[in-house]
Structure formats: C-alpha cells, structure tokens
C-alpha cells in the first residue's frame, strides 16, 4: 500500500485509521500508536503529513513511500 501524496495536507480521520497500513510488520504498534494520540487529541486537526512526522519522531519508523 503507497502513501497517497495528495491527501498529505489533507487533515487525519482518527475515525478511520489506516495510516498503520503502511508500515508493514509494525502496524500493530502503529496502530495502538495512533489510538492513543486519538484518545488523548494529540493529533487533532494534524495533517497526514505531521502525524507521518510524528510517527517517524516517537516511534522511529521512516517515512512511508
């Protein structure tokens, strides 16, 4: 699954995380990664783009493609 460029500026849906998709074998911990910034509106009103950031900042996985 390809990150969707277009969608970068667009703001996140905590309502339908699938970001988590696109990090392969570590989508579990992504997955409750984001859960939690829901949860706690960490990343309310963030782009696709800083929660990217973010996940690349906390968790250390780069970038998806």
Do not use: W
Not at 5 to 16: E, G, I, L, M, V
Not at 45 to 58: A, C, D, G, P, Q
């Amino acid at each position: 699954m390809a990150r969707d460029k277009a969608r970068d500026d667009k703001y996140f849906n905590c309502k339908q995380e699938h970001e988590d998709g696109l990090y392969g074998s570590n989508k579990d911990k992504v997955s409750t990664f984001l859960s939690n910034k829901c949860d706690n509106n960490t990343i309310k009103y963030s782009t696709h783009k800083e929660v990217y950031n973010l996940i690349k900042e906390e968790l250390g996985y780069p970038l998806p493609n």
